[in-house]
């Protein structure tokens, strides 16, 4: 064929994709997405059948039968899973708005910088080779087609340079058009769709054309496979050179692979519209594998019988070529184009976004090149990168592809890519369900997987390619034999690729599991690790799909609010904000944009701007750094708290000792007026007998001429009246001294006979003077008290002076009475006068009291006696009362405690 | 909604078991049982077997995938 025709209906293709991605756009902008489809998002995971599916497949079954399937069963096996698995990534990558692997990587481990630029990296340098073999595997298809040798021709006659342009520019079109907050590309996915089912036709149909065109059935090939014992032998694997450790490790590989590589990641999770488009794509993909590769073994089996000579990895092209099908052979070259194309297209600008994100602007930002304002507008800056990279990429996948990698399969290179990739896995799948995975455990467990497979497969690679010195292949670093790439560590297992994924992996989630157990989590990273494995009780439904920038939840705002506002008022402004927007918040776990202002204008009212936007960024999940200044907030919250509280206790306690105080006060009053209305008493009383002898005594003085009898009459009154003072006087020194024995307490024991026996004696000749009759009854045994036989004296002495004053004027008569009640003795003064009112009873022990009547006159005493008879009878643990009825005299019962005989 | 829930928690199941069930018969010892030179309507019993299997378990993962929806 020409070269021009082949050129024109390449790009003729190439103008369709355009076409097509323009359409899936426009029907973006009008919200008719093409993508938002359960079958174009399973299908838009065809990317993962590239070159190495299209024409690698059946190179590698011409030489080990069925050692092409493990990279397809893989995926078989692991797509079960991918209803939880994925379903939980593209959860949290929704919700933490990730945008590639590497984001996801760093993101995972506390928004890590340097885990970001690691997993770039490892992710560039994985993927270059496996671009490069698509343009490999692109530039072989046109030499089939015409016939001519483009490695011999200097590289700007080179296709595959032109086509590496021109699917730069493709990608720059779609891919870095605008930025989309959210990273999502609609036609690009269209076109990646329409790809997939392009090759799928294409390869079936060649598929078709070689089992039922060249033989009659599968039946009919096998048969005639069978006569040719080294195509037999493909029908076993061991023969075929496959062992069951090969088996197992390239479909692990290829697990991760279906999930990891960054454009798997991209049209999987980041160009996902809907979570439960995963449940249709864990059936449907498989099936497209499975349909993808039913005609692999029959075209490579027919190529080794019908070309034996040729390369195997171009028989998809050369069996239509050999038949003079040149139409199926061109449309067989385009559907390579079209596997290779979208593979390139999505894997360009997976890494774009990457580099730009990952690597590029965080050192950009540390560094501090940028202007201030160059800052606040990145999104062309941004752009600008993008696009760089893109080119950048493709550069140097086809600088490898020139260099190295014409040299090897198609399979073995991709194989490359996949055990890079594979370093991903342990960070994250750990990272999904492991909340203890720290960062340096998975920095650590990806540098040393990725330095073993950067060892082990692509650096011999390139000392085959004689880029670099060999003898670390052919002896080992330093000479080491342990350190020989292909046998490293000693192990052999004939397979590069089987033992370079074994040693890398091992190591990396040894090293993972080992330093995360041994290293601690920030505050940043303990947070996203929770956010990350336990997604679903961070998430609303359908929420990942608004682009919201601050999210928060209501009852973290209504905490803070109530927290920094006080219930009520909280409450208030919430109330105020449910009416006035129409909403109820409690049906409501995801605050909103204007909830969220809301509360932070009203706590910028109370607790100034900057202090409000720390705390509302410190719950709005877009920011979760703050963790850590949010502990403080609440560390310093809850020192005022406590501090409050202990304020309320000291002024409880001081609302006491005030109160306490006023009591105090008052009874100090009250005891300043009682002394005042004591002396006020006293010195009336004083005043009285004074009055009278001052009286006399001036009569004595200024009459001369009074007579004798006169005289003597008066100055009897006068000694009256001054002992009279006396008394009243020594009652009140009695008063005192009352208050000052009762602290001293001289008591002693003695008997109570003697005491009413004396008593009474001391008292005959007055009771004689006024002609009364007196009684005295006493027990026969002893009674004895404890205490100050004196003070008891004087009570008696007090009352029984007390009955005779009061005693019937005529025939006056007392009656002292001493008997044991019980424990106690009971002393009985009574007498037969007037007796004391009722109403009186209750005051006549209380000081200054005297019983005025107006028919006795003037009272006899200084109303002093009665109170310090009951005071001294109190003392001694006693008791004092009266009994006694109006006109029938006054009897006085005084108790006191016997003393126990054993004491 | 409980009831959801236990569906979905059944579901869960169901799919780990067959992702279970996928890496048994696809790798060995069980893929050795059919490694060897055999027929079975003129293909090889090898290959018979990894596409009968492969294509059980997309059936078995679209009759999970699709049961819900089916009552509702």
């Known amino acids: 064929m020409k070269p021009g025709i082949v050129i024109f209906i390449s790009f003729t293709y190439v103008a369709l994709l355009f076409l097509i991605a323009y359409y899936a756009e426009k029907r973006a902008k009008s919200n008719k997405s093409l993508v938002n489809n359960s079958f174009i998002y399973a299908l838009s995971m065809g990317v993962y059948c590239t070159a190495w599916t299209y024409y690698g497949s059946v190179g590698r079954a011409a030489t080990t039968g069925l050692g092409f399937l493990p990279v397809y069963i893989g995926p078989a096996i692991i797509a079960p899973l991918w209803w939880l698995v994925m379903r939980k990534i593209i959860y949290i990558s929704k919700n933490q708005r990730i945008t590639s692997i590497a984001d996801f990587i760093s993101s995972r481990f506390g928004k890590s910088t340097w885990l970001g630029v690691i997993a770039t990296l490892v992710a560039v340098l994985g993927i270059i080779p496996y671009i490069s073999i698509q343009l490999k595997a692109i530039t072989t298809s046109f030499e089939l087609l015409t016939g001519r040798d483009d490695l011999s021709v200097p590289f700007y006659m080179d296709s595959a340079l032109y086509i590496a342009i021109a699917l730069a520019i493709f990608s720059i079109f779609f891919g870095t058009r605008n930025l989309d907050p959210n990273e999502r590309h609609e036609g690009l996915v269209a076109a990646v769709a329409f790809e997939s089912l392009f090759k799928l036709a294409a390869f079936v149909i060649v598929g078709i054309f070689v089992t039922f065109g060249l033989f009659s059935g599968f039946g009919d090939l096998f048969q005639k496979a069978q006569e040719h014992p080294e195509i037999t032998r493909l029908f076993t694997l061991e023969t075929s050179g496959i062992t069951s450790w090969d088996w197992f490790w390239l479909s692990l590989l290829s697990m991760s692979a279906i999930m990891l590589l960054p454009r798997q990641f991209h049209v999987g999770v980041v160009e996902n519209t809907n979570p439960d488009h995963v449940g249709t794509a864990s059936w449907l993909f498989p099936l497209y594998l499975v349909v993808i590769n039913i005609f692999v073994i029959p075209i490579a089996i027919a190529g080794l019988l019908y070309l034996p000579n040729m390369e195997s990895d171009h028989y998809v092209l050369s069996l239509p070529l050999y038949n003079h099908q040149n139409g199926l052979a061109l449309f067989a070259a385009l559907g390579g184009f079209s596997a290779a194309t979208s593979m390139v297209i999505i894997s360009v600008l997976a890494l774009s976004i990457m580099i730009g994100n990952n690597l590029v602007l965080p050192i950009l930002l540390r560094s501090n090149v940028l202007e201030d304002t160059v800052r606040y507008n990145m999104s062309g800056r941004l752009l600008g990168i993008r696009r760089v990279s893109i080119v950048v990429v493709l550069l140097l996948a086809y600088a490898y592809f020139r260099g190295v990698g014409n040299q090897y399969s198609l399979v073995s290179v991709g194989l490359i890519s996949f055990t890079a990739i594979a370093q991903f896995a342990p960070a994250v799948f750990g990272g999904l369900y492991w909340k203890r995975a720290t960062k340096k455990g998975a920095l650590a467990g990806l540098l040393v997987g990725f330095g073993i497979w950067a060892y082990t497969l692509p650096l011999p690679t390139l000392a085959e390619a004689g880029l670099i010195s060999d003898t670390f292949t052919k002896s080992g670093l330093f000479h080491l034999e342990l350190l020989k790439p292909d046998a490293l560590f000693g192990l052999n297992t004939g397979s590069p690729i089987t033992q370079a994924a074994f040693w890398s992996l091992l190591l990396n989630t040894m090293l993972f599991v080992v330093v995360s157990l041994n290293t601690s989590q920030s505050p940043l990273e303990a947070s996203q690790a929770d956010i990350f494995v336990n997604i679903y009780k961070y998430r609303t439904p359908g929420a990942e799909y608004e682009v919201v920038r601050r999210q928060a939840k209501v009852k973290d705002i209504i905490m803070l609010m109530n927290r920094f506002l006080g219930q009520q008022r909280a409450h208030l402004l919430l109330r105020y904000f449910e009416q006035s927007k129409h909403f109820d918040l409690s049906k409501q776990q995801i605050a909103n944009a204007d909830l969220i202002n809301y509360a932070e204008t009203h706590l910028a009212g109370s607790i100034g701007a900057a202090s409000a936007k720390l705390i509302i960024s410190s719950i709005a999940k877009d920011d979760p750094i703050s963790l850590e200044e949010m502990f403080k907030i609440l560390e310093q919250t809850k020192e005022m708290v406590e501090y409050s509280q202990a304020l309320e206790i000291k002024s409880d306690e001081l609302e006491k000792t005030t109160q306490q105080l006023q009591k105090a006060n008052e009874q100090l009053k009250e005891l300043d007026r009682l002394k005042a209305d004591f002396i006020t008493t006293v010195t009336h009383e004083l005043r009285t007998p004074i009055t009278s002898i001052k009286a006399f005594a001036a009569i004595l003085q200024q009459n001369e001429g009074i007579s004798e009898t006169q005289k003597k009459e008066f100055l009897q009154i006068v000694v009256h009246e001054s002992e009279r003072i006396t008394r009243l006087i020594n009652q009140v020194l009695d008063l005192e001294k009352l208050g000052a024995q009762a602290s001293k307490g001289i008591r002693y024991p003695f008997d109570l006979n003697e005491v009413c026996k004396n008593a009474f004696q001391g008292l005959k000749q007055l009771m004689e003077d006024r002609g009364v009759t007196a009684q005295l009854n006493l027990p026969d045994n002893i009674l004895q008290v404890e205490g100050n036989p004196d003070q008891i004296t004087q009570v008696i002495v007090n009352l029984l002076s007390n009955a005779i004053k009061f005693s019937d004027e005529k025939a006056g008569a007392v009656h002292l009475c001493l008997s044991k009640e019980g424990k106690n003795a009971q002393i009985e003064v009574s007498d037969n006068g007037k007796g004391i009112p009722e109403k009186d009873q209750q005051f006549i022990f209380e000081k200054f009291t005297q019983l005025s009547d107006k028919i006795m006159g003037k009272p006899k005493g200084s109303g002093l006696g009665l109170f310090i008879s009951k005071a001294i009878v109190e003392q001694h643990h006693g008791h004092i009362q009266v009994i006694s009825k109006a006109g029938e005299g006054a009897t006085f019962l005084v108790t006191l405690p016997l003393e126990s005989p054993q004491e | ?72």
Do not use: E
């Open chain 2, 1 to 72: 909604m409980n009831r959801t829930v236990l569906m979905s928690n059944d579901k869960q199941y169901k799919l780990v078991t067959l992702f279970l069930i996928s890496l048994l018969l696809f790798n060995f010892p069980f893929i050795g049982l059919f490694n060897k030179s055999a027929f079975l309507v003129g293909i090889p019993v090898l290959y018979l077997y990894v596409f009968f299997c492969w294509l059980i378990i997309i059936f078995l993962t679209f009759w999970v995938q699709k049961k819900p929806r089916m009552k509702r």
